[in-house]
């Protein structure tokens, strides 16, 4: 179990990958020595309940928006850099990071959806909905990293930073221009409701296409004996 847990390879191929992947390194270069991982983490980790808060506070004042978005940029800049703060110092504790990193960010993520839930923009329910999927898309995850020694966090080229993108994107013109309300036959939705069910939908589809792309390939492999890095 703990080799399994040292050798599984990470797969983070975004859309902004290209932008993300030197800012990171360079970040993690100009690092201060007092600035360890777990620094970062906790960091990461006050971003989100900084954004939780925020989308709570809209309910007085939408100006909110902008400190919600503010989190969101802090807990990209503690939950991306933290791993790579750890490898570019050869401080890796893949076992301790890789439970601590993700069971934050789990708890993290259920803060987030709280905060949205209580916020004037979007429906308490679709809420829910959303961060069902999320969790799904997580268990998902950590299944692959175990028997496939993969772990991979983006799907057709969307990760965590795309939907951080998205939400302040939407938090800016949700400030700007408005929410306006849509009539529907099965009730009367915003249009933060349709971002956030947009995310959901997207989610839930590559869960189930990922789930059955997965259970197939894992079939011919072990009909043919062939061994995954997790059997090594």
């Known amino acids: 179990m703990e080799q399994k847990a040292q ?3 990470r797969v983070n191929k975004i859309l902004l990958g290209p932008l993300e992947r030197p800012a990171l390194a360079w970040l993690a270069k100009k690092m201060p020595a007092w ?3 777990d620094t970062l983490t906790a960091t990461g980790f006050l971003g989100t ?33 933290d791993g790579t703060l750890a490898r570019y110092r050869n401080i890796e504790r893949p076992r301790y990071g890789f439970f601590v990193d993700h069971a934050m960010d789990g708890l993290g993520e259920v803060l987030v959806m709280f905060g ?17 999927s999320y969790m799904l898309m997580a268990n998902l995850v950590y299944i692959t990293t175990y028997v496939r020694g993969e772990f991979r966090i983006s799907y057709i080229g969307l990760g965590p930073t795309e939907a951080r993108v998205v939400l302040i994107v939407t938090n800016m ?24 069910f947009a995310l959901a939908l997207l989610l839930y589809s590559i869960y189930l296409v990922m789930t059955v792309v997965n259970a197939r390939q894992l079939a011919a492999i072990e009909h043919g004996g062939i061994k995954t890095k997790s059997d090594n």
């Open 35 to 37: 600035v360890t991982p």
């Open 173 to 196: 013109l949700v400030f700007f221009v408005g929410n306006p309300q849509v009539q529907t036959k099965i009730g009367t939705y915003t249009v933060y409701d349709f971002v956030i």
């Open 49 to 81: 309940i900084l954004v939780a808060v925020s989308y709570v506070l809209t309910n007085q004042h939408h100006a909110f928006l902008w400190l919600a978005s503010l989190g969101l940029v802090i807990n990209w800049f503690g939950d991306s850099l």
């Open 116 to 132: 949205v839930a209580l916020s004037p923009f979007v429906d308490f329910r679709l809420a829910l909905v959303a961060l069902v």
């Open 7 to 9: 050798q599984h390879t």
